[in-house]
């Protein structure tokens, strides 16, 4: 919270001092409780509140003086640089590296010229806002052939994953965004993700990271990138988008070059059997310098029924030894999907509800503090005893919706004494 407060107080404000009732630290602290407690109507409750006992939970639990209305904040907020709130991203990562839970997001590889532990950067982008009718000079435009046009905006996330965990650690994201209406080409989720992993190299230039992603990725330019950058990949390849490759790999094949096997998981009616090949030293396209390893896998039940079938490029050293590790590591790219986006879009956070668009920045603001709250439970739930106290008691849902309930009711001087109110260790009343 102390890092929030920081950089919300240095923010840049444009404003003349004349139109300052509302500070900017207070609205996008405003803003940011919005999103913590998954709460479109909090700024409403709190301003009530400090009306009638001349304090609030904003003020004690965040630092909010001013209270601004959802209209004020939106104005206010509408124009804000979102590149220093972007920033906290990496600057949160460090924090969770350095308290020791960093090792939650690394994976290890047992073996190969690549041996390591690794934390698994998955990579995938998503849409947040969509309209036929409202927009902004930065939107992407998909017209229809009926003229109708779409209008949306989209990030490029880039979030620390690991196999057999529901946590994700967020550590960057990256507006796909027009400069101007008028631009062409479009930004696209390609050029932005290239954007996105020059900056995660520099940002972390030490930190032992591996990409993963869908097939989108799985073309020359960006394997390039990744080579200059130092950051091994696992990366999906769909045979009908690699003619080349499927090429290749055919050739090996009649070559018999291929090396296969099989490996084993579980046991009885839970038996999994998996199958694999892999191809080395093969030509991503006609043109370029990338080479890479293919994988292949397949995954049948005891009965022989097939469960799952995919294939990925890698540039990593895969062998027997750490064949089921690589594959594990590509099947993990889900997880940015199912444990960040869609738990943002459907799960409390309500990503895609329409908090304001509106003409400059707003809608990525917006998006940026809906992240950093996301962030926030995450580091919540890893390291704040009491809380995890209150989470053994009840489901997250359920806690969450009584501790907003307690928002409106109870005057608490700050987070911890609110979790105890909860537990009913603490005396306060409304």
């Not at 895969?318 to 960040?340: H, L, P, S």
């Amino acid at each position: 919270m102390d890092l929030l407060v920081t950089t919300f107080g240095e923010q840049e404000d444009a404003r003349a001092v004349a139109q300052l009732t509302y500070p900017l630290h207070d609205t996008l602290m405003s803003g940011f409780a919005l999103m913590f407690f998954q709460h479109p109507s909090l700024l409403q409750f709190q301003r009530a509140m400090q009306q009638k006992r001349r304090r609030c939970n904003l003020q004690t639990i965040f630092g909010v003086h001013e209270v601004p209305s959802d209209t004020q904040m939106r104005e206010i907020l509408d124009g804000v640089e979102p590149e220093p709130l972007r920033a906290l991203l990496p600057q949160l990562c460090e924090k969770v590296r350095r308290a020791g839970w960093g090792g939650r997001f690394t994976t290890p590889l047992p073996s190969g010229q690549h041996q390591g532990t690794y934390y698994t950067v998955a990579l995938d982008g998503s849409e947040y806002f969509h309209s036929t009718h409202i927009q902004c000079p930065h939107c992407l435009r998909q017209p229809e052939a009926k003229g109708q046009v779409h209008y949306s905006h989209l990030v490029v996330g880039a979030t620390l994953v690991r196999a057999g965990s529901h946590q994700v650690l967020p550590i960057d994201a990256e507006e796909v965004r027009n400069p101007t209406a008028e631009s062409r080409p479009q930004d696209c989720e390609l050029t932005a993700s290239k954007r996105l992993i020059a900056r995660l190299r520099r940002e972390h230039p030490q930190m032992a990271l591996m990409v993963i992603g869908d097939d989108l990725y799985s073309h020359v330019p960006f394997g390039e990138q990744l080579q200059h950058l130092r950051l091994p990949y696992v990366l999906v390849a769909k045979p009908a988008a690699h003619p080349t490759l499927m090429a290749a790999v055919a050739a090996a094949e009649a070559q018999g070059v291929s090396q296969q096997g099989k490996w084993h998981d579980r046991s009885g009616t839970r038996r999994r059997i998996y199958t694999y090949r892999i191809l080395r030293q093969l030509p991503l396209a006609v043109a370029g310098t990338v080479r890479v390893t293919y994988g292949e896998v397949w995954e049948h039940n005891p009965g022989g029924e097939l469960l799952y079938h995919n294939s990925w490029i890698t540039d990593l050293g895969v062998d027997e030894a750490n064949v089921a590790v690589v594959v594990t590591i590509g099947r993990t790219r889900w997880k940015i999907e199912n444990e960040q986006f869609n738990v943002q879009k459907n799960h409390g956070y309500e990503l895609t509800h329409n908090y304001g668009h509106g003409q400059h920045t707003l809608s990525m603001v917006f998006y940026l503090l809906n992240l950093l709250a996301y962030v926030a439970h995450v580091i919540v739930e890893l390291g704040d005893r009491l809380y995890q106290r209150c989470r053994a008691q009840e489901s997250r849902q359920e806690l969450w919706a009584a501790l907003r309930t307690a928002l409106h009711v109870v005057l608490v001087e700050s987070w911890h004494q609110l979790l105890l109110v909860y537990l009913e260790e603490d005396a306060t009343g409304p």
